[in-house]
């Protein structure tokens, strides 16, 4: 790996005794930036009839805070250079850029400020807007996106309403996460180990609400199937998938309460252990229990403990670790396949939104009911035992499927686990008292939240209440009444309760049915609902009257290549699946994933921690970019760690990037002018002196390499410091450049193409170099350069000659020459051939490159 410090001479002394001027970003780049700015054609994507091949290259889109932080520099750069790169490659790039505008943060600022949230977010969204132009990243801003803006929100309420068509809305009185910070409701997948994602020192409690719920588990099955076809996405991101969406195959089994009406419904992925059930168990929430409860007065105080137990757990972060405790009611239900009286409990660690809220419990052959049966001197009974021939493992609890089989299980005893599950399964079904069944950890997707700066759900309530409608007289406005628009002045107090909810203006309607006094829905929509399909608004931004034209998405779509930060992998990645499955279901698309690929690049560091405001260790981009440059700022972002890994800011490391390219800007300066004559190459390459081989045969190695990593794993750090080799190379021929021993042709080639290779990491300075070596068009434009095969062979290699072991000679043979080449060379070699005289060549061994070994009798 190159050093920077090896970069560290001094560029301005060499630059004083050229003459020349040192190499100032500060006047380059806004030059540049200014120029680019004015033709808004320059990044814009084009046609579907532009006969290239498309590729819809994305960076996942910023929250407005008014400031991007270097951790959004590094996700952009990499993004900026793969597009750059493809543009090069001959692709009709869409590389487009918007904001994911409504959020928590504007509110607050609006109470802090007293700035409306609009204004505050309008403001920042410019603001950052400056920024990235100033970065010089290549955003396609006719395609912007703003989600805040009515002419996107309306197409999130006109979603909402194909869903509520479809049931995939609905509304339900739950228990919600509520974080007393956001003075809202959470989805689950907004919960982090029991606190906030937005607050991580925020316990986050549970309320009894009712919201509305998008039906995101209807397409469980199809999301986790979905993950398979998706190798371009990292393995870790699909596991977390997995895991979130937590697929079990079950059986549901009816157990009949002993002595009254009710059924106890248990879900088991173990119905071949159910003849070793000592007891069924139930969530302190579960209707039968709290119908016990009901006519038991200790009884109800031990539920009530409980419940409290379990909230305290789940506000700790973790209700896997409860103390398990639990309580026998004295009443039974009755096994279904024996027809056993087993009792019932109720206890603290079963959880009712989990499964049914019941289970069995069968301590032989489960850890969890072996601890509680130990602890409350339940009885165990051995029911599963290891395949007749296999060794026999007494040790209880005994948990193996595989290789086991039944006993004492009545008809089924012998059966193998496996076997018995399904045939267990089929015969509760066949005899009415239960089912196979798949379960899923996925719940429903809350959208409700209490909160102003949101998109307003489009529906009313309706005073006079409708029939056929839900209680409540719940109504959906009609598509032609959308967008329901934000009011824009309002108060933004602490209150709590929506905010909504005191702008009468707002509230008060009338209902699109009857016409009648209606009060609109004052909650607004999760603000992941904004970034659950924006990128298909990306094909077609302006669309006054569809989220998008099929068409246009359908060209676009899947998009190539996705990049962000795994954070998301939960969240966004998995809510935007979903809205990608319904739209294709809505037939608005043809492809049923959003993303062929994905990329998740590491965080930015700075000693060691993440930058956060608290830590103090935050890094400005605007400071870096005054300093040294975008093109240095961003190039060091790509250069200091490889993209998927974090990385350590350094500012010396960027001053040595800095210094780097005004070296790159001096040498390219000074030949110049060679190079602008483009003077063509005349006879063999092959005749040309030793350094204009050398020259070309590094320039054409850093082309390979540079090319090759792009299609790939992006590690542009050894990309980037391949061009610094090449520039070491240039360096070390200056004398033979300017003697003339390297020809103009070869000269002008070696310039020509190093501003190329920089130009998707360095973009200012080589569209600076590439006007001044006489290039025409913008230098992303340019086709990008090919390597010459033959060109990047190192010319020949020297390989050791031995005979029975011992060195003999040197041979030189043409780099990547084959083992037969090789072994003739060195058997006509003068030296083996005197010492074979009169001896037997027994075998030759050839290592290709490195050896070749002669052993003779
Ligand atoms: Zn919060
Ligand atoms: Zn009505």
Not at 61 to 72: A, D, F, R
Not at 155 to 176: E, H, T
């Amino acid at each position: 790996m190159i050093s920077l410090q090896s970069l560290d001479m001094s560029e301005s002394a060499r630059n004083a005794i050229e003459g020349q001027q040192r190499y100032n970003p500060a006047e380059v780049e806004p030059k540049w930036q200014a120029r680019w700015d004015a033709d808004q054609s320059l990044y814009a994507a084009e046609g579907h009839d532009s006969g290239k091949p498309k590729f819809y290259c994305l960076e996942m889109l910023p929250y407005p805070s008014g400031q991007l932080h270097m951790g959004h520099v590094r996700n952009y750069a990499i993004g900026d250079a793969l597009a750059r790169f493809m543009w090069m490659r001959g692709y009709n790039v869409l590389h487009p850029m918007g904001w994911d505008a409504f959020g928590l943060p504007a509110e607050n600022a609006a109470l802090k400020n007293n700035t409306p949230p609009a204004e505050w977010t309008l403001a920042n969204i410019a603001s950052m807007k400056r920024q990235f132009r100033r970065l010089g990243m290549g955003f396609d801003w006719t395609a912007e996106v703003t989600t805040c803006l009515p002419d996107y929100y309306r197409w999130n309420q006109w979603f909402f309403l194909k869903m509520y068509d479809r049931g995939l809305a609905y509304r339900k009185k739950s228990k919600v996460n509520w974080c007393p910070e956001c003075q809202t409701v959470l989805a689950n997948e907004q919960v982090i180990d029991g606190r906030c994602w937005r607050h991580e020192d925020t316990i986050v409690e549970q309320r009894d609400l009712t919201q509305w719920f998008l039906r995101i588990t209807k397409y469980a099955d199809e999301l986790l199937t979905g993950l398979d076809k998706l190798d371009g996405w990292p393995e870790k991101v699909r596991t977390m998938q997995r895991n979130w969406i937590g697929r079990s195959e079950g059986t549901l089994v009816d157990f009949a309460v002993d002595g009254a009406p009710e059924t106890i419904t248990v879900f088991t992925t173990r119905v071949d252990t159910i003849f070793g059930a000592t007891s069924v168990q139930l969530a302190p929430e579960h209707p039968v229990a709290k119908s016990f409860a009901a006519c038991d007065v200790a009884l109800a105080a031990q539920v009530e403990e409980m419940l409290a137990q379990q909230k305290a757990a789940r506000e700790a972060g973790d209700i896997g670790a409860i103390e398990k405790h639990g309580v026998d009611t004295g009443r039974f239900a009755i096994n279904p396949f024996n027809g056993e009286l087993v009792p019932i409990w109720v206890a603290n660690y079963i959880l009712a939104d989990y499964g049914t809220g019941a289970i069995m419990s069968v301590p032989a052959h489960d850890e969890r009911d072996f601890e509680f049966a130990g602890k409350y001197g339940l009885p165990v009974r051995r029911v599963i035992v290891p395949k007749a021939g296999t060794n026999a493992d007494e040790q209880l609890p005994y948990t193996a499927e595989d290789d086991a089989v039944l006993a004492d299980s009545g008809e089924w005893t012998g059966e193998s686990c496996v076997d018995a599950q399904r045939k267990m399964a089929a015969f509760a079904a066949a005899n009415g008292f239960g089912s196979a069944t798949v379960t899923y950890r996925l719940k429903d997707w809350g959208v409700s939240r209490q909160r102003y700066w949101g998109t307003p759900i489009p529906m009313v309530y309706c005073t006079n209440g409708h029939a056929g409608t839900e209680a409540g007289g719940v109504v959906p406005l009609p598509e032609s009444a959308l967008p329901v628009v934000l009011p824009e002045q309002i108060e933004i107090t602490q209150q709590g309760g929506s905010p909504l909810g005191r702008v009468a203006d707002f509230v008060n309607t009338t209902c699109p049915v009857c016409g009648g006094p209606a009060r609109r829905e004052t909650d607004t929509m999760d603000t992941f609902v904004d970034s659950s399909w924006y990128f298909y608004r990306y094909t077609d931004a302006k669309n006054p009257v569809a989220p998008f034209d099929s068409a246009k998405a359908n060209y676009w779509f899947p998009i190539d290549q996705y990049i962000g930060g795994v954070e998301h992998a939960i969240l966004h990645l998995i809510y935007s699946r979903f809205w990608t499955k319904v739209m294709w279901d809505l037939g608005l698309i043809e492809n049923d994933e959003p993303a062929a690929r994905l990329f998740t690049q590491g965080m930015v560091v700075k000693d060691g921690a993440k930058m956060s405001k608290s830590k103090g260790n935050v890094v400005s981009p605007d400071l870096m970019i005054e300093r040294y440059g975008a093109d240095a700022t961003r190039m060091y972002a790509l250069f200091a760690a490889p993209p998927d890994r974090d990385l350590e800011w350094q500012e010396d490391g960027v001053a040595g990037i800095s210094r780097f390219l005004s070296r790159v800007h001096r040498l390219t300066m000074k030949y110049s002018e060679i190079a602008a004559q483009r003077n063509q190459a005349t006879g063999s390459r092959v005749d040309e002196s030793a350094c204009a081989q050398a020259l070309l045969r590094r320039l054409h190695q850093t082309i390979a390499k540079i090319t090759l990593d792009f299609s790939g794993r992006w590690h542009f750090n050894t990309c980037i410091a391949a061009v610094m080799e090449l520039v070491n190379v240039i360096v070390a021929n200056e004398a033979a450049m300017d003697s003339g021993e390297v020809p103009a042709a070869v000269v002008g080639d070696v310039f020509r193409n190093l501003v190329l290779m920089l130009a998707p990491f360095a973009p200012f300075l080589a569209a600076e170099l590439w006007e001044a070596v006489g290039g025409e068009g913008a230098v992303f434009r340019i086709a990008w350069p090919v390597a010459d095969e033959e060109l990047t062979r190192e010319a020949e290699v020297e390989i050791p000659v031995q005979m029975n072991g011992k060195l003999v000679t040197v041979i030189r043979v043409p780099a990547g020459s084959d083992e037969a080449t090789i072994k003739a060379a060195a058997l006509a070699d003068a030296k083996v051939a005197a010492r074979l005289e009169g001896k037997t060549v027994v075998k030759v061994i050839v290592v290709p490159g490195k050896l070749v070994n002669i052993v003779v009798r």
